[in-house]
Structures are given as C-alpha cells and as structure tokens.
Nanobody, 121 residues
C-alpha cells in the first residue's frame, strides 16, 4: 500500500523560507510523477508544482504561475523523497500542502495527509 508522509510545514514570516518533504513508500518511485498541491481555507485545491519522469534521463518540472521563481521541486530517488523548497513566502501561500503521486501514464492517485503552512504578514 502506498503511503505519502509530508513534513516541514509550520509558521513563517512573510519573506521567509520553508522546505517541505514527502517520503513515499513506492517501490518504483523513480518512475512516478510526484506533485505538490495546496488548499487554502474556503478555496479549492490547486496545483503548485510537479516532477515527471521523461522516460530517458531527466525529470520535467512544472510550476503554477503564482510560485514560479520562488518555489523549487526536487526529488531524491535514493530516499524515495520529494521536496518543495519555498522561498520569498507570501501571506497568500498560506494553505495545507499535499504531496501526491501518480503511476506512469496515470493521474495523481495517491495523496498524503497534508501539512499546514502559515505565512504571517
């Protein structure tokens, strides 16, 4: 059974940084798409960033326009872990952040329990 466990959330002042981690119990982790999503109070869950295997040697990364240049997704396949480095945080980044995993050729089907990020202005 696939499990995703997020960590690293917390309270930070605007302009600060946090790094989220997501440890995945996936045997073929390197082939999975790994993504970060977030949900703010009263809003729908939205895409933040993801990392997808190209099938050759590299991973493609994608970012929401709202976080481009501030957030960086990375992965350590040896540790079955994906990270989200968040810099220059803004109050509007406050949300519960979820890690998600998708098998090759599939949508995101596995989700973590979420970790709260609160940015004070």
């Amino acid at each position: 059974q696939v499990q995703l466990v997020e960590s690293g959330g917390g309270l930070v002042q605007a302009g600060g940084s946090l790094r989220l981690s997501c440890a995945a119990s996936i045997r073929t982790f390197r082939s999975y798409a790994m993504g970060w999503f977030r949900q703010a109070p009263g809003k729908e869950r939205e895409f933040v960033a993801d990392s997808k295997w190209s099938g050759v040697l590299i991973y493609y990364t994608n970012y929401a326009d709202s976080v481009k240049g501030r957030f960086t997704i990375s992965r350590d396949n040896a540790k079955n872990t994906v990270y989200l480095q968040m810099n220059s945080l803004k109050a509007e980044d406050t949300a519960v952040y979820y890690c998600a995993a998708g098998p090759p050729g599939s949508d995101y089907v596995y989700w973590g329990q979420g970790t709260q990020v609160t940015v004070s202005s």
